[in-house]
């Protein structure tokens, strides 16, 4: 919406506002066939707006989250909403839903990490600024004096962050993410750490934790790009 825009009704080029969607839209949830409410998905939709309207305008939600038995995955939001501002009306239905069908299970999420190859790429191209992980590791290589193992896992982040093999390598294989799998899972946590995941954002806005990052977790093309197969988990503590 432009400056000064305060209309609060959706039509080609203007969107409603986020005062206007917190305060009237509401969350639905849709569960996928034969999973006893195990499996579902929550979606922020209009005042006046149901699941079913949502098969021939699939443009309705603000937002949607998936849920299986007491994991939250998926979050994302539409039309250019920040997460932070649509998606956490759908994490508290989530988790509080998640408690009363998996009774005694520790409520938990799984958040993609989207950019974090990229931030690593650019920590490399800047002389390391922006990342303490790489600053240290760097460090300690300098003062062991190491050509091993060391440079070999700082390589190898380096090949999987910017997807060009490591020199006398012709691909980014196996072998490539396997010597790099530590230092990947280091600028992984510290790429929570700062904020910079979105997803990661929601979940610890209601007081998730990060309990670990899962590396090659989710091997789709997008997050092998993206953030080079790695997830993160967080429980609700």
Known sequence: MGDGDDDTTSNSTMRPDIAFILEHYRVHRREKEGTDGSSREYL??????????????????????????????????????????????????????????????????????????EWVAG???????????????????????????GSVS?????????????PGHSVVGQGTFRDGQEVWMELAKEYVSLGLSEEANIYEKQGGKLVNIEHMSDQSPDNMKSAGGATARLFFL
Request: charged letters at 20%; proline letters at 7%; glycine letters at 8%.
């Open 44 to 117: 922020l939709l209009p005042p006046d707006a149901y699941i079913p309207q949502v098969i021939q305008d699939p443009s309705l939600p603000a937002a949607a989250l998936f849920a299986h038995r007491n994991v939250l995955f998926g979050a994302r939001s539409f039309h250019g909403y920040e997460m932070a501002d649509v998606c956490l009306p759908l994490v508290r239905a989530a988790i509080e839903e998640s408690e009363a069908i998996e009774k005694g299970q520790q409520p938990q999420a799984v958040a993609n990490l989207k950019g974090l190859s």
């Open 123 to 149: 920590c490399f191209e800047n002389n390391l600024e922006g990342s303490q992980t790489l600053k240290r590791l760097k460090q300690e290589c300098g003062e062991n004096d190491c050509d091993g193992s």
């Open 154 to 166: 700082l390589e190898a982040a380096r090949a999987i962050a910017t997807g060009v093999p490591r």
